[in-house]
């Protein structure tokens, strides 16, 4: 069983926006800071945004500040990840995780999702 299955990828003009969502299973959903990472063609997986199980706290890359907004519903076990003014340098495959340590760094993420592709055209 796959922990955490993303969906709501796609192509979007520039400009756009998108909400990309994170189903988790099989593991305490409650108990984890869950986070969206991202990784383009021939570029290292990076943090875009986290937050937190307990105070709802967040981070956000400098590059996503004021675009994009991290939530979750822990009735629902999902992370959402709203994506506004898209810019084609966004497309990458998308990545949600949870991890029982509040990070930004993905090397510390336990449960990952296999990914989905945004794709943002010019």
């Known amino acids: 069983e796959v922990p955490l299955v993303e969906s709501g990828g796609g192509l979007v003009q520039a400009g756009g926006s998108l909400r990309l969502s994170c189903a988790a299973s099989?593991?305490?959903?409650?108990?984890?800071?869950t986070g969206w990472f991202r990784q383009a063609p021939g570029k290292e997986r990076e943090g875009v945004s986290c937050?937190?199980?307990?105070?709802?706290?967040?981070y956000y890359a400098d590059s996503v500040k004021g675009r994009f907004t991290i939530s979750r519903d822990n009735t629902k076990n999902t992370v959402y990840l709203q994506m506004n003014s898209l810019k084609p340098e966004d497309t990458a495959v998308y990545y949600c995780?949870?991890?029982?340590?509040?990070?930004?760094?993905?090397?510390?993420?336990?449960?990952w999702g296999q990914g989905t592709q945004v794709t943002v055209s010019s």
């Open positions: 995780a949870a991890d029982r340590d509040y990070t930004s760094d993905p090397s510390e993420y336990d449960y």
């Open positions: 099989g593991f305490s959903f409650e108990n984890y800071a």
């Open positions: 937050i937190t199980n307990r105070d709802g706290s967040t």
